[in-house]
C-alpha cells in the first residue's frame, strides 16, 4: 500500500477503487489547505488543477456567455417577434423558452467547465511526466525526466493567498508547465524522485547467502562466467551475449539478478578467468568491460537500471549484476538486428515483433 506524504500533518481517507488509492489530504492552515490526489498502485502520483480554478473558470464562462447573449439579442423587442414566429411558440410562452434556454446554457457551461477540471490531470512515474487533458477528444502530452533539467515553482498574487501555484519544469528540448496546482512546493520531492529515479533504488547491497541458496527463476540467473568458456577453456564472446540477453531480459520484465562467477550447483568459480581476458584484470577492470559491451548491444541510457556488486566466497570473487525494471521498451543489438526479450519463468524468451507489440503496450501503457 502506498501512503500520503506527512502523515503528522494530516489526516486522510484512502478509498481504494480501479486499482488506486484516492487521498484527500487536510493540512492545517498554516501548512496551506486541501490538496486532492492519487497513488496508483504502480506507485505514480496524479495531480489535479486546484479547486479555485474551476470556481474561477465557472465564473469567466458565465460572464461571456451572458455577454454574448445581450450582444445577440440586443435590447429590442424583435427577439420575441421572431420567436412568435417559430414552431416552439405555441407549446412555450417566450418567457418560459427564455428562462429554460438560459437555464440549459447554464447547465451545459457548467457541466463542460468540470469536466474540463475533472479529466485534466498531471501524472508523474518514473522519468516521465504527462499532462492530459480534454473532454471529448484528449490530448496527452509527455515530458521525459532528465537529472539535468532545471525545477521552479511560482505563485500568483491570488495563489498566494490560496495556496496555488505552478512548477515549470525544463530541459534542453521541452518544457513543460503543472499549472494552478494546489501547494505545489509539497510535490517537489515525487518529480525529484522521478527524476533520480535510481537515487534509492539500490541503497541496500543483495544478500548473495539468499540469492544462491535459491534456484533460478524469474528474477534469478546464474552463470558460470561473463566471456570465458570453461567447456574449451578460452574467451568465448558469445557468453557475452547471452549474459546481455538475460539483463535486456531482466529489464523489460521486473527487474532480477544476474550471478557470475558460481556453476550450476552454485559452488563458486570465481571471475579469475574473465580477469585474464580483459585488459585491467580486477573488479574494476571487469566492470568496465561490462559497461562497454552494455553500451554496444543495450544502449548507455539504460545503464543506470544497472548496479555491478562483487563478493568473495571461499576466496573467491563473484559477480552479482542487479537489474531494475526499464521505464521503457529496451532492445538487444545482435547481429545487425535488435531483438525484444523477456523473463518468462527461469527462462529468457524472444519475442516475435507480433507480440512486442502487445506485451509493450501492456508492460508501459502511457508510452
Sequence with gaps: MSYCEEPSLLFYTLVQYNQRFWCTRA?????????????????????????IILIR????????????????????SYKSDIYAQT?????FPYDAAKMFFLSGAQLIITIYAFLSWYYEQYEIRPGMISHSRGVFFRKRKNL???????????????????????????????SMVLANIPNPQNYLKA??????????????????????????NEEIEFKSSLRFDQRINQLNRDL??????????????KGGYLVIGVDDSRKPLGLQNDYQTIQRKDSDGFENHFTQVFNAMIGPESRHFVKIWFYEIEKREICVIQVAPSTRPVYLKVNDGERFYVRTGNITTDLKFSEVEAYTRSRWPHR
Design 57 to 76: 473558470n465557472l465564473v469567466v464562462i458565465e460572464v461571456f456567455a451572458f455577454l454574448i447573449y445581450f450582444l445577440i439579442t440586443g435590447h429590442g
Design 191 to 216: 518529480i525529484d524522485k522521478s527524476i533520480n529515479p535510481d537515487s534509492n533504488r539500490f541503497i541496500e547491497k543483495p544478500d548473495i547467502n539468499r540469492l544462491i541458496a535459491q534456484d533460478e
Design 240 to 253: 557475452e551475449k547471452a549474459a546481455m540477453k538475460t539483463v535486456a531480459a531482466f529489464l523489460n520484465s
Design 87 to 91: 414552431f416552439l411558440s405555441n407549446l
Design 27 to 51: 493540512l492545517p492552515p498554516k501548512h496551506g489547505g486541501l490538496s486532492i490526489y492519487n497513488i496508483t498502485m504502480n506507485g505514480s502520483t496524479i495531480i489535479k488543477r486546484s479547486p
Design 144 to 174: 521525459p525526466l532528465e537529472k539535468s533539467m532545471s525545477v521552479t515553482t511560482s505563485f500568483g498574487p491570488i495563489g498566494k493567498r490560496l495556496r496555488y501555484g505552478s512548477i515549470r519544469l525544463e530541459n534542453h528540448h521541452n
